[in-house]
């Protein structure tokens, strides 16, 4: 009996930590599960961050204290902020270095094996094609820059310049909010078959 109340004390502390971070998390993630995240000027926690560019760490947390972890959400991006760039120039604004020390402070510690983080450089459709996309490589590197400054791992970091191609306001190809950079996964992490994003009770108290 000691070793079923035990286990059964053990998922439900773990289930209640997981729903309790979940619902910290909805009104920063849930808007944008699998999408972008708009941050403006907001400078996000660092367990959000972590919650959206590693879901899948929550199951290793899961499997290290004996579970069966069964899904998670989809990662997220994160877009930094929009209309912070001045036109034609590759320079960090303060507000975004703000928001790069906490997602360094999320990103340190991680390995680039499984979990590549790639930063997207946006540009407005001011210049040529040629420009844009030089000058789209040029804001995804400092990005890389700034991180790898703060300790992250510079193999844990791809940078990608994407020029004027993808707009975020393609009504207005020359607003500021054209100017951007996005972070996010390099690739999708695989997610288990059962598709369930809560942890598996011990054998022990199925029982019951």
């Known amino acids: 009996m000691a070793n079923l109340h035990g286990g059964a004390a053990r998922w439900l502390r773990v289930s209640t930590s997981l729903v309790a971070c979940m619902a910290a998390l909805l009104p920063t993630l849930a808007a944008a599960d699998g999408a972008v995240v708009e941050l403006g000027t907001k400078v ?15 199951c290793e947390e899961l499997k290290a204290q004996g579970f069966r972890c069964m899904g998670f959400k989809p990662p997220v991006k994160f877009s930094l902020p929009a209309a912070s760039f001045r036109r034609g120039s590759a320079e960090l604004p303060a507000g975004i270095k703000r928001q790069l020390d906490v997602f ?6 991680k390995t680039p ?3 590549v983080v790639r930063i997207e450089g946006h540009a407005d459709a001011s210049g040529n094609t040629d420009v844009n996309l030089a000058l789209s490589q040029k804001r995804a ?5 700034y991180l790898v400054s703060k300790g992250v791992s510079p193999d844990l970091v ?3 310049g994407v020029g004027s191609a993808e707009l ?21 992490p695989e997610a288990p078959t059962d598709g369930e994003q809560t ?10």
Do not use: C, W, Y
């Open 113 to 115: 094996t499984r979990q």
């Open 141 to 145: 590197e400092a990005a890389k820059s």
């Open 44 to 58: 996000p926690s660092v367990a959000d961050v972590r919650a959206g560019l590693f879901p899948d760490a929550s």
């Open 104 to 109: 360094a402070a999320a990103m340190t510690g």
């Open 199 to 208: 942890p598996a009770a011990p054998a022990n108290l199925k029982a019951q």
């Open 158 to 160: 791809k940078p990608v």
């Open 168 to 188: 975020i306001d393609s009504k207005e190809p020359l607003s500021p909010r054209n100017r951007r950079v996005v972070i996010g996964r390099d690739q999708v």
